[in-house]
């Protein structure tokens, strides 16, 4: 178990690396999804469920969900700024 | 110069987190101490709140006018984003995705519906709660936009009905604490009102209730945020 945990801190690091360091938004959003996932496991190691649960649903479900449509809805005043240009 | 901030950034970050961890050593450990919290929670709170959850009962029971103030900042910030974001339009969106994830969608929506009614209800016996199961509540509501496209469920369940729903776990819960003055003197202490043995679904006195105020509440909130930000989007959409 101590194993694990320690393979899931390292994990918990290089999401959390991965997330800042691409340009592209939509890979940091999945990568932060993969971190919360990573996260409630941890957060069950250390016998908490509560917290773990509300991590799952929030973390990996709903921030993903919310990202994304904030990513679409920017992309669409872009994609209107461009077409009112030409 | 960014290569000196990287680094930088990178140093600073480690110095604090070795004074973080040089701080966790310095906490006293609650187990040493006769009177502390711990002990008090550990060995009356079943007798004093019927709850078997101990995370449940200190949120809904020691510490409910705490729980009453996040769900006033969770109010707060639906009311603000509704007043930015919100249209007057309908929200015209694209048929959503292919039939096969239409037809798996509806087959899991009861039993997705079931676990968060289960978590909500289950919240003084077992994890989770009211906010957990709330949250699944408006993310049944979330994938559905995605799924069937944004009109199915925004004709079905109009924002008027999700804002009824909201308001009425807030006065559910704010209801209880009133009713708590007048049964026994102090705002949102517990009133027996279900009080079989610990264990059993009908336990725990007014912790269900608040659970269903909130999970109602936290559920109707979020599918409130979700539907007013998408609906600039599809009003942008539908102009082009």
């Keep these: 178990m101590i194993i694990l945990k320690y393979l899931l801190l390292i994990f918990l690091g290089v999401t959390a690396y991965l997330a800042i360091s691409f340009k592209e938004i939509l890979i940091s959003i999945?990568?932060?999804?993969?971190?919360?996932i990573v996260l409630t496991a941890l957060y069950l190691i250390h016998n908490a469920p509560d917290v773990?649960?509300?991590?799952?649903?929030?973390?990996?479900?709903?921030?993903?969900?919310?990202?994304?449509?904030v990513i679409s809805q920017i992309r669409a005043d872009e994609d209107c700024h461009c077409r009112k240009d030409d | 110069m960014s290569r000196i901030k990287h680094i930088s950034i990178v140093i600073i970050l480690a110095f604090l987190g070795l004074i973080m961890l040089l701080d966790l050593n310095k906490i006293p450990n609650q187990f040493e101490y006769a009177n502390?919290?711990?002990?008090?929670?550990?060995?009356?709170?079943v007798g004093e709140t019927g709850s078997l959850n101990f995370v449940t009962a200190i949120l809904y029971d020691y510490r409910a006018y705490d729980s009453m103030g996040e769900s006033t900042i969770i109010f707060g910030a639906v009311s603000g984003i509704v007043l930015l974001l919100s249209r007057k339009?309908?929200?015209?969106s694209s048929h959503g995705l292919s039939f096969i994830v239409k037809r798996t969608y509806g087959m899991l929506t009861p039993f997705i519906f079931l676990f968060s009614v289960y978590i909500i209800?289950?919240?003084?016996?077992?994890?989770g709660g009211g906010f957990q199961g709330g949250v699944i509540l408006g993310a049944?509501?979330?994938?559905?936009?995605?799924?069937y496209g944004s009109e199915f469920d925004y004709k079905r369940y109009t924002p008027t009905t999700k804002t009824l729903l909201e308001t009425s776990g807030a006065l559910l819960f704010i209801g209880i604490g009133l009713i708590g003055i007048i049964y026994s003197g102090s705002f949102l202490s517990n009133l027996n009102i279900l009080n079989s043995e610990p264990g059993s679904l009908l336990s725990a006195g007014s912790i269900p209730f608040i659970n269903l105020g909130i999970g109602f509440k936290?559920?109707?909130?979020?599918?409130?945020?979700?539907?007013?930000?998408?609906?600039?989007?599809f009003k942008e959409e539908a102009s082009l």
């Design chain 2, 89 to 92: 339009t309908l929200p015209v």
């Design chain 2, 36 to 45: 502390s919290i711990y002990h008090h929670i550990t060995n009356n709170a």
């Design chain 1, 30 to 36: 999945i990568f932060l999804s993969i971190f919360s």
């Design chain 2, 140 to 147: 049944i509501s979330i994938i559905f936009s995605i799924v």
């Design chain 2, 121 to 127: 209800a289950h919240g003084h016996l077992s994890p």
């Design chain 2, 218 to 233: 936290i559920g109707a909130g979020l599918a409130i945020i979700f539907y007013s930000m998408i609906q600039k989007t």
């Design chain 1, 52 to 69: 773990a649960l509300a991590e799952a649903v929030i973390g990996a479900g709903l921030n993903t969900a919310i990202f994304m449509t």
